[in-house]
Each structure stands twice: as structure tokens, then as C-alpha cells.
């Protein structure tokens, strides 16, 4: 099985990142996926990674990994060059 990537960009809205990451999460082909969360603010990142560490735990079995960045290069690394 491929390994997918979600990067979500603005991750400290913290009721919509629960609303679309959720529903991502509990989705059969996206439950192993990477999460990548990004938001320059730290405390509003901080929270939206707790909650989706939390969903991911109950309702998911901690399947996919969640990463939070306040600079971008983490969650969404160079393409490959050509």
C-alpha cells in the first residue's frame, strides 16, 4: 500500500481541521495516512495536534501519524528534481 500524505495548511482553526481531518481519519483508505498539520501560530497548532492526536487515538487505533510544523518545509517537503 502507498503511503499517503495530508498536509493541511492553516491547522490552527482548530473546529475545522477536527471537522475535515476527522472525517478524513475515520475514512477506510486515508485511516494510515500521515497527518502533517501547519500553522504559524504555536498555541493554535499546538491544540489542533492534541484534538487530532485524541481522534486519532479513539477513534482510529493511533493508526496515522500527526506531525506539526510552524514552518512549511516539514510538512510539505521539495518534490523530487526532474
Not at 495548511?9 to 478524513?24: E, H, I, P, R
Not at 475515520?26 to 492526536?53: H, N, W
Not at 518545509?73 to 518534490?79: F, G, V, W
Amino acid at each position: 500500500m502507498e503511503t499517503r500524505k495530508i498536509a493541511f495548511l492553516g491547522a490552527g482553526g482548530t473546529v475545522f481541521a477536527k471537522n475535515v481531518l476527522g472525517d478524513c481519519m475515520v475514512t477506510p483508505s486515508l485511516a494510515q495516512a500521515e497527518f502533517a498539520l501547519y500553522d504559524i501560530d504555536p498555541e493554535r497548532l499546538k491544540d489542533s495536534a492534541t484534538m487530532l492526536e485524541t481522534l486519532n487515538r479513539n477513534m482510529n487505533g493511533s493508526r496515522a501519524p500527526v506531525v506539526a510544523a510552524t514552518t512549511a518545509a516539514k510538512p510539505l517537503p521539495a518534490p523530487p528534481m526532474l
